[in-house]
């Protein structure tokens, strides 16, 4: 038997993007563990990718390219060669290219967060036909369009710094299920004596291991925010020197925040005027006697109306208090700007003839159904879906259903599994997992290229994106050079060498070691040369202002909610939110039999208050619903729920939840106040028991 180890990457949406190392027994992959030389990894996975061998090896992988022999959703397909399939596809795009090239869309996102099976090939590809452009706003992009504004990328906090904070916010996050490595060093800094504090509606696994829990009404943290800075002004918990220094707007913000007493911070959070002023007179306090202070917010605050201005209040804080001038202390949003990648090369945004039109991910609902109209363009006729599952991760998902029904509507899918998508697709192409391809990685938890080795032959006749794509643009008739670069190509071009953060930087080098830190400062911000237009951190925005935006710090309340729309929180009075399940991320993994039986079924998390006044049990099965949908599933009453919201952890495949549903039945397609992103958690519902 011959065994070797293999260098590989965690590909998942993730911030910790783990170092892996991949066992393999005469070309099998037997186990993945987590490299224990790589500083942020340190040898542990979680539950999920530690079983990413029963993944790859499922049973159920698609190793074929399929044909639809069914209706659409029936999921009934016959096998066929690549060639048929290739052709078929081609023969379908050609005439749609010729004649209205924008009615053909891609649909990814990030089934994998690689630069190289992610958006290079396939956007060459696109780009050359001269596709709709799409718009992939669906996790992050009001939080980073409210950080950028303030901050001026997503560069923050070094996570290999947060265990000597003394201090540490974590905010609207439950690391323990999605950053487990960072609550590594929080648990740390909690035996150093450091206070953790949760912000968060829901009682999370993070929030009970806390020292404190605050548990404000969901989109209500940018009005926390602004208290924070009321009484931090008020009550002079300030650094005068680094605000006079580092920062743009001041006396504009001092302003608005007297605006925000606590009492009204505290009556539209649905919290004790205690907890606001006791949490500013702690983070204030303890930064004014140099204790390192540091927030760690996550994209549950931004997946509201106010998303972005959410964010952008909270990352005012650690300038108003100097916490920028610890290594430990600060802001971390995302550290994924820190990279220097080389998108547009990789991308080939040279290829374009003109600027197509941009779909909005998160509306592909309605813009499935749109007819053809001089503001839209041509009707969408063609979708080509990677890396996704729209149909279950998509909002208001009966329209995203119907959109996807469609009889006229040609729709290709490169999958691992038979997801829920792929059920109303014409042509199934079989993908690779990331243990039988090759990758590069940037991250947005931590510092490190990354780098992933092929460590097995693809499975059956599955083939990388890449190669995928490569062949497409070859039956399309395009017969440019970049449609020849290898992946290692393509990864050895995946950053930029030139810049000096990524002195060094060389691709046979960085797979042979797996990962390579950036070269960064410890604080980033010590001494301002923050990357906004003023090089300071801009508590007023003129860009903003030009954007049509409030240049200051501003609370903006949720589309549903008593103060937005009285009259639909009377007929929908709870507010509901679906963060992810502990053992999925996102849909991936909802097949593997493991994890599912660990998630149990379906479940919706209420409130006593708010069960008993609606007659339900603990175990009832129950039904929540509102003018777009609704969806079952077995309640569980408890206090981790605050009164007033009901939590439905997601997202399961609407396949395996016992009605065919899923959490998405109820969302909007409403976007956020900045960055065009999901209100995922600005949703309002009704509920009622329903027999077994």
């Known amino acids: 038997m011959t065994t070797t180890q293999v260098r590989a990457a965690c590909p998942l949406d993730c911030p910790d993007t783990c170092a892996l190392l991949v066992t393999v027994e005469d070309g099998v992959a037997t186990a993945v563990k987590g490299d224990p030389d790589h500083p942020t990894t340190a040898g542990v996975l979680c539950t999920k990718v530690s079983r990413y061998t029963e993944r790859t090896y499922h049973e159920d992988r698609l190793l074929h390219p399929l044909r639809r022999v069914g209706k659409k959703g029936e999921g009934k397909f016959e096998r066929i060669s690549w060639e048929e399939a290739l052709e078929t596809i081609a023969a379908r795009l050609k005439p749609i290219a010729e004649r209205a090239p924008e009615a053909i869309l891609p649909y990814s996102y990030c089934g994998t967060m690689g630069l190289i099976q992610g958006e290079s090939m396939s956007s060459r590809f696109f780009n050359k036909i001269g596709a709709s452009l799409l718009d992939r706003t669906i996790c992050a992009m009001a939080g980073f369009t409210g950080y950028k504004y303030t901050i001026g990328g997503s560069i923050g906090t070094d996570m290999e710094q947060f265990q000597n904070a003394k201090l540490l916010i974590i905010w609207g996050g439950n690391p323990i299920a999605s950053n487990l490595h960072f609550w590594t060093r929080a648990q740390e800094a909690k035996r150093n004596g450091a206070k953790l504090i949760a912000i968060d509606p829901y009682r999370s696994l993070t929030a009970e291991k806390c020292h404190q829990h605050i548990a404000l009404l969901p989109g209500t943290d940018g009005a926390l925010a602004l208290g924070l800075m009321h009484v931090l002004i008020k009550e002079d918990l ?85 916490a920028w001038r610890h290594a430990a202390g600060g802001i971390q949003l995302s550290s994924g700007g820190s990279f220097p990648t080389n998108k547009p090369w990789l991308q080939r945004t040279d290829l374009l003839k003109k600027q197509p039109r941009t779909i909005n991910m998160t509306t592909i609902g309605d813009d499935l159904l749109r007819p053809a109209s001089a503001a839209f363009g041509p009707a969408l006729e063609a979708v080509i879906v990677y890396n996704s599952n729209p149909l279950a991760i998509a909002p208001d998902s009966d329209k995203v259903m119907q959109g996807f029904m469609r009889e006229d509507l040609f729709t290709v899918v490169l999958e691992h599994f038979q997801t829920d998508t792929v059920d109303y697709a014409d042509i199934v192409l079989p993908a690779t997992t990331q243990l039988e391809h090759i990758d590069a990685h940037t991250s947005y938890g931590h510092l490190y290229m990354m780098a992933n080795n092929a460590a097995v032959a693809p499975m059956g006749e599955a083939k990388a994106n890449t190669e995928i794509f490569r062949l497409l643009a070859a039956k399309m008739g395009f017969d440019d050079d970049c449609f020849k670069d290898s992946d290692d190509q393509l990864a050895a071009q995946a950053f930029n060498a030139q810049d000096v953060r990524a002195i060094g930087f060389d691709w046979e080098a960085l797979k042979q070691k797996g990962w390579q830190k950036l ?107 509102n003018d777009r949908g609704s969806f079952v599933c077995k309640a569980r009453v408890t206090d981790k729920a605050r009164a007033g919201l009901v939590v439905g952890l997601s997202v399961w495949w609407k396949k395996l939840a016992k009605d065919g549903k899923n959490a998405n039945e109820v969302t909007s397609q409403q976007l956020t106040d900045m960055g065009r992103a999901p209100t995922f958690y600005d949703t309002l519902v009704q509920v009622e028991r329903v027999a077994a």
């Open 519 to 625: 070269n960064m400062p410890d604080a980033p911000f010590a001494q301002g040369g923050f990357p906004t237009p003023s090089g300071k951190c801009e508590f007023y925005s003129a860009q903003m202002q030009a954007d049509g935006l409030d240049p200051l710090p501003a609370y903006i309340p949720p589309y549903e909610s008593v103060a937005s729309n009285p009259e639909l929180a009377a007929r929908y009075p709870l507010a509901m939110i679906s963060p992810p399940a502990r053992n999925f991320l996102n849909s991936t993994f909802v097949n593997v039999k493991s994890l599912r039986s660990a998630e149990g079924e379906p479940h919706l998390d209420i409130h006593p208050d708010d069960s008993a006044a609606r007659g339900i049990a603990h175990g009832d099965m129950v039904r929540i619903f």
């Open 238 to 322: 300030l650094d005068h020197d680094y605000i006079a220094q580092y920062t743009l707007g001041f006396e504009e913000l001092k302003q608005r925040a007297a605006e925000w007493t606590p009492e009204r911070v505290a009556a539209t959070c649905g919290i004790t005027v205690d907890e606001v002023v006791d949490l500013a007179r702690l983070y204030g306090g303890m930064a004014k006697a140099g204790e390192p202070v540091a927030i760690r917010t996550n994209y549950g605050v931004q997946r509201v109306r106010g998303g972005g201005m959410s964010v952008r209040n909270m990352a005012c804080l650690p300038a108003l208090v100097g």
